[in-house]
């Protein structure tokens, strides 16, 4: 697990948070119509599905479950407030709008109205218990029971996952080697070339030689795979290959040096396993080249007007100097990032403690979204992703989302201990660097985020990223 990578969701449920029912409730089931009810009442409410599906598997280690109470007479308060809104709004033929018999409309919208007096006492009665009991759910809470009828107090019981109490004694002494980064001349002189040859030219060579290594080949080419017999030819003109140059397969630099511009060749190339075009990999193909013309490529000079080409350096001096830095700022970032992935796996190993399954389960949903985006990226369409064995992807996801989720749980209680905070000030600030980023105005990202807990999973990481920040400041360095 990287340092950005952590958990995906908040782990707090919101006090409107709805209340899935694994077993039914009492009394009639029988699904009607609103019949010309065109009152807008939304029996869906923040996505309560009164398909009455269980709920997902739960680590019965981190299950907690807790009695939701209301007296009889709130409970006949609140069937009197919603009969009287059905009775108000219910359109029933052979009745006036508003003069439908308090009787008929208790008949006809039954289940209706029984199911709003539930999402209208179960939000607030469930904060309420959860408050006295002192506990923090990190699923969508269900009913394992639930009674509501007018005449009678409301009888249920919900159940969710908690983050289990565990001890972090003594990661104070939880270490792992630092070593001491630096950046050789080597790669100095390796950055410093790459920088050159991103500014080299290509200039055509005008006397009469053949080619030689370092030189680059503008070709012709019309190639045939001799496993696919009858394929369309792979055809090209103007190609560049450079004589002896790493990228190029020894046949045609085999074939092409020594050769003069008009000269035609034939040439058998037999394509790697893991070459990088899937279509080629492991093929031989015939090609017919012929040599258009012989190019030379021509790094520019190291010296201040080089330099100044490149941004605003005074002299070559400047520019070597903004190299180290950066050469020597990836390295340390790379080093950081490889010694908190090894102190995250140290913590894992030391502190063992169950880890609630609903958080895995949306770990793996944010790991399987980001391997989906990038498939997309690179042209995979629908038709092909809903071929997926997303069972098996989900498998196969599992162990790492595992721990993940633990590694932020021991993050964050870290972080209680450290007092860690983050300030309004450094979520602004990532508010801004987002809606930079993503080229919207910024009260408007704010404005979505939160709405969607965005705000809230920002906090989280900033206050994460700040806690793993100090522990990895305070390892002696190696």
């Known amino acids: 697990m990287s340092s950005s990578e952590t958990i995906e969701t908040s782990p707090i449920i919101e006090a409107q948070a709805t209340l899935e029912p694994v077993e039914a409730h009492d009394g009639d089931h029988d699904h009607h119509d609103h019949e ?9 409410h923040a996505g309560h599905d009164h398909s009455h599906q269980q709920g997902p598997v739960l680590n019965p280690e981190c299950v907690r479950e807790i009695k939701i109470e209301a007296p009889v007479e709130e409970v006949d308060k609140a069937f009197a407030r919603v009969l009287k809104e059905y009775k108000k709004y219910a359109k029933i033929p052979g009745f006036r709008a508003g003069k439908v018999p308090e009787s008929v409309v208790k008949r006809r919208f039954a289940e209706q109205i029984k199911k709003d007096v539930v999402e209208s006492l179960l939000p607030e009665r469930f904060q309420a218990a959860i408050a006295a009991a002192g506990v923090v759910p990190v699923s969508q809470p269900n009913l394992t029971s639930l009674t509501v009828e007018e005449g009678k107090a409301l009888d249920g019981t919900a159940v969710f996952e908690v983050v289990p109490n565990f001890s972090i004694d003594g990661y104070q002494d939880v270490t792992v080697p630092k070593p001491t980064v630096e950046a050789s001349e080597e790669e100095f002189q390796a ?26 080949a503008q070709i012709s080419y019309s190639g045939q795979v001799l496993e696919l017999v009858g394929a369309a030819p792979l055809e090209g003109q103007d190609s560049l290959v450079e004589i002896g140059g790493a ?19 034939q040439v058998e190339v037999t394509y790697p396993e893991d070459y990088t075009e899937n279509n080629l990999a492991g093929q031989t193909v015939a090609y017919n080249v012929e040599v258009q013309a ?6 520019p000079e190291l010296n201040d ?37 090894a102190l995250f796996a140290a913590l894992n190993d030391r502190y063992q403690f ?3 399954e609903s958080l895995v389960q949306q770990q793996i949903d944010a790991r399987l979204d980001r391997g989906l985006r990038a498939l997309a990226q690179q042209g995979m369409n629908a038709d092909m992703m809903r071929k997926l064995d997303f069972g098996r992807l989900r498998s196969a996801q599992r162990d790492s989302a595992v721990g993940e989720v633990k590694t932020s749980l021991l993050i964050d209680k870290i972080a209680d201990a450290e007092g860690i905070a983050v300030s309004d000030e450094e979520v602004d600030r990532e508010i801004y660097l987002a809606a930079l980023q993503q080229r919207e105005p910024i009260e408007t990202l704010r404005a979505r985020l939160t709405e969607d807990g965005g705000l809230v999973r920002i906090r989280e990481q900033l ?7 100090l522990l990895y400041q305070r390892l002696p360095a190696a």
């Open 247 to 265: 990228e190029t397969l020894p046949a045609f630099t085999e074939a092409l040096r020594g050769s003069k511009v008009g000269q035609e060749l």
């Open 463 to 469: 206050r994460r990223e700040k806690t793993a920040s």
């Open 354 to 356: 169950p880890v609630p």
């Open 294 to 299: 012989i190019k030379k490529r021509t790094l």
């Open 191 to 216: 950055e410093l070339k790459q920088l050159r040859e991103s500014r080299a030219t290509v200039e055509p060579v005008e006397e009469d030689r053949a080619l030689v290594d370092g030189d680059w």
């Open 36 to 44: 010309g009810h065109d009152h807008d009442h939304d029996h869906d």
């Open 305 to 341: 007007e080089f330099a100044a080409e490149l941004g605003d350096y005074e002299n070559l001096a400047a520019l070597e100097t903004r190299i180290r830095e950066h050469l020597l700022a990836t390295k340390q970032r790379q080093s950081e990032g490889e010694v908190r992935e």
